[in-house]
């Protein structure tokens, strides 16, 4: 996005940098990037320990983050998710390895962001070409100020309980300004 579609002024590199953010014209119009965009998480839990990946590639590159990319034309949601996290890790798992987990909204860079979950039983994985380093951790090892995406953290740290748990609900998050917030939706036996 070049160009304020208000007003049609240039918008500055400031204004237009970061993670398809809304950005502010000059003259204080809000704009979002086309959208929204589906955004795609593999939650893979071996034991009490979940698959990240330290990102390649910008955006947040160097940090760690849930393997997650965009859905593309074409793909059922189970064959993203296993794309994105061949792609980040290695780990080959068939499309039907994967269950829902959580649906949410992350209005601000006008993402809705689906999460789905498998299990493994081997902590086999390598960096793929999006990733410089993977591995399983446990929730005690990740310094949760330092992922990429801060943001996502209610929704990371249900996943570690709910592998300890073994017990798995389907959520619904709420990643906005004001909240980072996951709704249990429903689960087994209620
Ligand atoms: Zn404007």
Redesign the pocket.
């Known amino acids: 996005m070049k160009y ?6 240039a918008l500055t590199e400031q204004s237009i940098q970061g993670r398809g953010e809304a950005v ?6 809000l ?1 979002y990037p086309p959208g929204p965009k589906i955004l795609v998480a593999a939650f893979v839990s071996c034991g009490d320990k979940l698959l990240w990946m330290k990102r390649g590639n910008p955006p947040r590159a160097g940090h760690w983050a849930i393997p997650a990319g965009f859905m593309e034309s074409g793909e059922t949601l189970r064959e993203a998710v296993a794309r994105e996290l061949w792609e980040g890790t290695c780990v080959s798992l068939p499309a039907e390895a994967f269950t829902p987990y959580m649906i949410g909204s992350i209005n601000f860079i006008s993402e809705v962001y689906i999460g789905m979950r498998a299990t493994v039983t081997t902590e086999d994985c390598a960096c793929g070409d999006e990733a410089t380093d993977v591995g399983f951790f446990r929730e005690e090892e990740i310094d949760w100020d330092e992922v990429a995406y801060p943001s996502a953290n209610a929704a990371v740290k249900t996943a570690y309980r709910e592998a300890r748990s073994k017990r798995f609900g389907v959520y619904h998050g709420n990643f906005t300004r004001e909240l980072d917030q996951l709704d249990l939706v429903w689960q087994p036996g209620d």
């Open positions: 304020c579609p208000e007003c049609g002024v502010r014209c000059a003259a204080g119009h704009s």
